[in-house]
């Protein structure tokens, strides 16, 4: 909804009211004063997952029981203690009181009087739209910090060491802190432990301790905490890092992102073998010299050893098809950040906040703040308001700089850390709305060269105002203007705008960096306008947060519609998954060469996108020079924030869903999705470019083009239908049974044809009477299904699309002949069967496949790395590894130690 404005006071309306009353609004600590007439946020829904809240005005109590009329006109009975109760019911109440608070930091009354109306002016009318948690908490509580983005330092190898991360964790999320750690200070899985005469359980094991913890928290009263978990590509725990989500349970309240170097792009490049390492935990300074820094480690001269070798393009496809699945893990080039990085000679990034917007050094900190580019159009001249974005842009810089000596340090490291380097985020929202109003369709060529003459503008204004606030104030305490002007994102920055290096060395800098983008989804959302530098998702759908599932509406696109009855949006109304994904990425780099932090962008990809085109997507980042690559994949997760329609009923999700997948029918194997494969990577060059660089930018394509996909129609009829009938079994089916090694064993899949194309498919994997077995059966029975219910193209192509490259906890093989999962055996075997003809006799076919097993027998090429032959193997129940196994006649799983006895 609209903010809108009556006898001088902004009014929120819907989802807009909701969350300023719920997340940013001054709350009073007591609701018990609650009264007759009070306008609060009363829970209609009581859910711990999906929790509904509505605004509603208290209409009668009786002592600690009240009754609420909601705006929608529901009467609600409630306690008095779930209420809501705020001091400030109006944005122009939180305002004040942010104004004041930031412009009390100035040194004379004068420049408190003169900052506080300037702080005010940009405030208004949601030009500039602070952060969370200066929303929340400045000049409201003495207790939650200002800050949005922390990383602590990787945890000392060691029980107290990683108990005191938890507890430097706990205290910043309780906090309103959002926490970034990377786990590769910790030894890996297995590795010995002298002190205690056992073996680690490893950095993922503990990672997960950090994700439980981190689901406990309500951060600063009003959210969950948010934490973001990394590790670095060196590191042995890497592959049961990336797979570790596939697993239910184990990891569920973090993001992930692996950092990844120029030598392992180069090593996926050259198909190199790539050594997964950790220090030699037995060298007599570990403990006091380790810090998870594996360069540094070796300059001192001390040594590490090689746990496994493995081939950097298999783990790179394991990253890539994980993504692919689950949408994680992300993947920052940390060794090309750092390069960019302002702070590279002093304070080294390690880690990324949980969005991935802001990477920091340890006990690095920042506080962000958002332009809102749809208020800077200017009618009259179908333009940007020029003037008025340097003015605003300018008052912002200081207003969040003031922001550091205005909030609460609960640690004295972060305190240090921060008056060192004074790290400020300015970002944007509203973009895609800006876009809009001037015509410019989102990811056309035409949009790049905006972007790189808008982001560079606010660029050379926000620096050109940390100088002026440097000559007034200081520079940040370890300036030096010679080693930073040398970083790659100065080198690009002055090599446009002269003006900036010369205020910098005249002047100074009073910031490390200035620049952030981060994600405001909250924050944009309740302004009314688009998030981020996201295009609009869509312009009717519905969100799901822990206020409710709410229909929303784009005010833009709705007050088109209603100047032109009857009429399509024009094409520069462009949502986000009638983008190629390739087109987002284009975008992101665009803009990251203005950002010298990074940014919170996703790649949205439709649901038939495929595994190579997601591959083709993150090295197209590496090209580009983004910082990091993250992308969704639609319907890749149980439960999404946004989605085009309410999913209230599962069938009709399920019939929706077979709609967008039957579209595409067999021509998804064979070519990428409507643009998507658009300008591929050339990752040779990448590689070259990025490795050879010293700190400094990379060079950027001389022309970026781009994919216009137009809006899909969905016509196609449901697969699940009356006017489909399901074909009966006749009495004899005829076919052929393949011999499959699988990571859980042999797997014998028998394949039979109904009326010339296969129609059922039984699966013998395990003994009887496991649980391998018993989903085998279960996946042979609704592959079966799905292969003799209706007429709906070609079923096995659809059905090979949809199980090819399923992977589990493990893989078998190389090449060709690399399984991933039971799910990827019977896509191959469907694909053999098809391969080997349908129609062929039952003694031909036979033939063919014997003449396969022969040659598999005689294949040398060993399997995966380290496996023998695979052998039969039941799920364990614990941690859902298939590794439980009969060992002195009890079941026992040989992953995690579970016994039934």
């Not at 184990?250 to 050259?270: G, Q």
């Not at 003037?387 to 340090?409: A, G, K, Q, W």
């Not at 302004?527 to 005010?555: C, K």
Request: proline share 5%.
């Amino acid at each position: 909804m609209r903010t809108m404005k009556t006898s001088g006071t902004y009014q929120l309306e819907g989802l807009s009211e909701k969350i300023f009353l719920d997340r940013y609004a001054w709350k009073q600590a007591d609701p018990s004063g609650a009264a007759v007439g009070d306008v609060v946020l009363v829970l209609t829904k009581d859910d711990p997952k999906f929790p509904t809240k509505e605004v509603g005005e208290i209409v009668a109590r009786n002592g600690s029981v009240v009754q609420v009329r909601t705006r929608s006109g529901q009467l609600v009975e409630s306690e008095v203690e779930k209420l809501t109760l705020t001091v400030e019911k109006t944005p122009d109440e939180m305002w004040d009181r942010l104004a004041a608070a930031m412009a009390a930091v100035e040194d004379s009354e004068a420049k408190r009087a003169q900052w506080m109306e300037r702080f005010r002016y940009i405030l208004d009318d949601w030009k500039l739209v602070p952060g969370g948690r200066i929303a929340a908490g400045a000049g409201a509580s003495d207790e939650l910090t200002l800050f949005n983005c922390y990383v602590i330092p990787s945890p000392h190898d060691s029980r107290g060491g990683i108990m005191n991360t938890l507890t430097e964790m706990t205290e910043i999320m309780a906090r309103g802190g959002g926490v970034g750690i990377n786990l590769s200070s910790l030894r890996p899985r297995r590795a010995i432990v002298e002190g205690v005469n056992g073996s680690s359980s490893g950095s993922v094991s503990w990672g997960g301790l950090f994700s439980y913890t981190t689901g406990l928290i309500e951060q600063g009263g009003s959210r969950r905490g948010a934490l973001m978990l990394m590790i670095n590509d060196w590191h042995p725990d890497l592959l049961d890092f990336i797979t570790v989500k596939q697993t239910m349970g184990l990891v569920t309240n973090a993001n992930l992102s692996v950092c990844v170097s120029n030598d392992f792009m180069r090593a996926v490049r050259e198909d190199l073998e790539w050594e997964l390492v950790f220090p030699d935990t037995k060298d007599p300074e570990y403990d006091t010299l380790w810090d998870g820094d594996l360069e540094k480690w070796r300059q001192l001269g001390k040594k590490a050893n090689v746990y496994k070798t493995v081939r950097a393009r298999e783990v790179w496809h394991t990253i890539i098809q994980s993504a692919w699945r689950t949408a994680e893990p992300g993947v920052v080039f940390m060794e090309y950040y750092n390069q960019m990085s302002n702070s590279w000679y002093f304070n080294p990034i390690i880690c990324t906040n949980p969005c991935g917007e802001q990477g920091l050094p340890g006990w690095g900190v920042c506080n962000l703040s958002a332009l809102n580019l749809s208020k800077f159009y200017d009618a009259d001249k179908h333009d940007v308001d020029w003037e008025e974005l340097s003015r605003v842009t300018r008052y912002s810089v200081r207003f969040l700089d003031n922001v550091i000596d205005r909030t609460p340090y609960h640690f004295p490291e972060n305190e240090r850390n921060q008056k060192r380097e004074r790290r400020v985020g300015l970002g944007s929202m509203g973009l895609a709305e800006l876009m809009i109003k001037l015509e410019i369709r989102y990811g056309s060529p035409e949009s790049l060269d905006f972007l790189d003459k808008l982001y560079g503008f606010i660029a050379k204004e926000s620096y050109m105002a940390s100088t002026e606030i440097a000559a007034e104030k200081g520079s940040f305490e370890a300036f030096d203007a010679d080693k930073l002007l040398q970083s790659g994102f100065m080198r690009n920055l002055t090599g446009s705008f002269p003006e900036v290096g010369e205020a910098v060395r005249k002047r100074g800098l009073r910031n490390v960096t200035v620049l952030t983008q981060a994600p405001t989804g909250s924050t944009g959302t309740m302004v009314g306008t688009s998030t981020g530098i996201e295009p609009y998702f869509a312009f009717e759908y519905y969100r799901q947060s822990r206020l409710g599932h709410d229909r929303q509406f784009v005010p833009i696109a709705q007050e088109w519609k209603e100047r032109h009855p009857g009429q399509p949006l024009p094409a520069y109304y462009v949502t986000s998954m009638e983008l190629s994904a390739m087109d987002h990425i284009r975008v992101q780099a665009a803009v990251q060469r203005w950002v010298d932090s990074s940014i919170s962008k996703t790649a949205n990809c439709p649901a038939d996108f495929t595994v190579e085109q997601t591959k083709q997507l993150y090295e197209l980042a590496f090209e580009l020079g983004c910082k990091g690559v993250t992308i969704y994949r639609d319907g890749s997760r149980d439960v999404q924030v946004l989605s085009t329609k309410k999913d209230e009923n599962p069938a009709e999700a399920l019939a929706e869903l077979e709609r967008q997948q039957d579209t595409q029918v067999t021509e998804a194997a064979q070519s990428p999705h409507a643009g998507g494969a658009a300008g591929s990577a050339d990752l040779s060059e990448a590689v070259s470019g990025a490795a050879s660089a010293a700190p400094g930018p990379t060079d950027a394509p001389e022309e970026a083009t781009s994919t216009d996909m137009g809006r899909a129609a969905l016509a196609a009829e449901p697969v699940y239908s009356p006017e489909r009938p399901y074909k009966r079994r006749p009495e004899v089916m005829r076919g052929a049974t393949y011999r499959m090694d699988t990571p859980l064993g042999k797997a014998y899949i028998t394949i039979n044809d109904l009326d010339g194309t296969p129609g059922e498919i039984f699966l013998n994997v395990g003994k009887a009477g496991s649980d391998v077995f018993a989903m085998a059966e279960a996946l042979g029975r609704v592959c079966s299904l799905f292969l003799r219910y209706g007429d709906h193209g070609d079923k096995a192509q659809l059905l090979i699309h949809h199980l090819r490259g399923i992977g589990g906890s493990g893989a078998i093989g190389f090449g060709p002949k690399r399984v991933e999962s039971i799910a990827d055996a019977v896509a191959k075997a469907l694909e053999m069967h098809l391969v080997a003809g349908a129609m062929a006799a039952t003694a031909e076919r036979t033939a063919l496949a014997d003449r396969a097993e022969d040659r598999r027998d005689a294949d040398p090429a060993p399997h995966a790395a380290g496996a023998q032959q695979a052998e039969s193997r039941d799920l364990c129940p614990a941690c859902g590894s298939a590794a439980l196994l009969n060992i002195e006649g009890c079941r026992t799983c040989s992953s995690c130690g579970y016994s039934r006895c």
